[in-house]
């Protein structure tokens, strides 16, 4: 994948748009993003929504949302509200532009009658498992059932009294009439409807008649004026009954053209709504916006930003062909937006006290540090200072291995922006764990600066003990151990390939005051660590973080070693 190529040329579906704009044969172009609401919406659907709606933007049409509300069984509410959120939270604007399929629920029926007028529809008292057996395979072609031939009067009344619920669930379907020996699976007379008595989170109660998705999805488009319906691969085999619906149900030209692109498939990620309401369902992780959860709302409260997400849809670009992204070069897309702009900030995950013995007790200095040195706009922030520090656990070693420039007895070390300190000691427990550190520190090397032109090879992040605020911070790893999300032993439950480790909770750490009272998605780096953002579950007393992601970037090692 040519991650960081400028695209300087238009994509397959964008060439289309424009040469059907050059030729005339739509004045301006029409998309859509048609979520099922079964579920929150995942970063494979960013990829969907940033193709729609970029490609309506760049060619200045316009692009619909609508609820692709056909299967009222498990559509909610709920997830309504998620979809919406998370577009606008992406960046995009319906406008007026909303729609419900179930809002054309009473034309796709009189277009089913028109088809069983025309003789291309009849009612069929198969039970879905006879459908099913008759349908043939790839090799065999389908055996039509007697229904077949039932006239075209007998068929409506029928259909008329499947809506009006004189039949349960599954007695009747209403089907096509066009091919029982076509090549295409699809064309063999497939169900346009079936009876369910069940009510509708949008339409109410009004039906137990609900169209099947490739009939509905194809008019849905027509009425809204939908130029270029795109889709993703699997729904290829389908364009031809896509086709046949528009034409048979004699929908005025210019009609929509269905175009066909590759999912994304992410490596360690899940990317099935009905795998992700199980891990919702089942409790493995808190909710649809668990931070490792591959949910927009995931990835929002994870700390993602939109123009990561966007950045990232761009650079995968759209092919035709199935491949899995590596999920490194959406963590270095958010590093890339991340260092630009999130402030920069000390904490300290496992402390250890370090005490400079010669440092006045109870005084206290304020040191500018800058917040962002990408940015010299984002100006300076004070941090105070005093002789009770906290640092990394990580920074001290007793017995220091080798290429260990950090504190150790004798060795000399940089607080960042702050002194020189030098190492004289450690107090131990009774179980012979480093509980405190001792220094002494150099008042001629104040803001960090060595005169003499000494050099120390480590600087590290510290908080005065008396000033830092508390914190919780939560440590993110992959929630997938496999690459492949499908890489499951035989007989196993997909499932077995879940992280066990894929959060670790720290609640005794400590931030920079400066944060105290930060409020919930605010994005952070906090120096040496990664970067980190705010969780709603924050309290006034406490703040807690979410990692977002750590600082080491291993996508741009991968790009220069391809380079190289
Ligand atoms: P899932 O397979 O994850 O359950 P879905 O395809 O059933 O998703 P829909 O709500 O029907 O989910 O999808 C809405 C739109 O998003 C569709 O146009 C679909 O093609 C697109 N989409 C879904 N998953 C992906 C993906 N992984 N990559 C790109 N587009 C996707
Ligand atoms: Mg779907």
New binding site residues.
Partial sequence: MAASEPTATLDFIREIVAADLASGKHATVVTR???????Y?????A???CLNFGIAAQFGGRCHLRY?DTNPTKEEREYIEAIERDVRWLGFDWGTHLYFASDYFERMVAWGELLIGKGKAYVCDCTAEEVRQRRGTLTEPGRTCPHRDRSAAESLDLFRRMRAGEFPDGARTLRARIDMASGNINMRDPVLYRILHAAHPHAGAAWCLYPMYDYAHPLEDAIEGITHS???LE?EDHRPFYDWVIDECELPEPHPRQIE?????LTYTV????K?LQLVQEGVVSGWDDPRMPTISGLRRRGFTPEAIRDFADRIGVAKRDSVVDVQLLEHCLREDLNRRAARKFAVLRPLKLVIENYPEGQVEQFEVPNNPEDPAAGTRRVPFARELWIEQDDFRETPPPKYYRLFPGNEVRLRSAYLVRCTGVVKDAAGNAVEVRCTYDPATRGGATPDGRKVKATLHWLAAAHAAPAEVRLYDRLLTKPDAGDVEEGQDWKSILNPDSVEVLPGCWVEPSLAGAAPGERVQFERLGYFCVDPDSTAGKLVFNRTVTLRDSWAKIEEKQKG
Wanted: aromatic share 10%.
């Fill in positions: 993003f048609p979520p099922e609401p079964n579920g919406l995942h970063i494979g659907h990829k969907s929504i692709d795109i889709c993703t729904f692109f590759a999912r994304l498939n990317m099935s709504k009905r992700l």
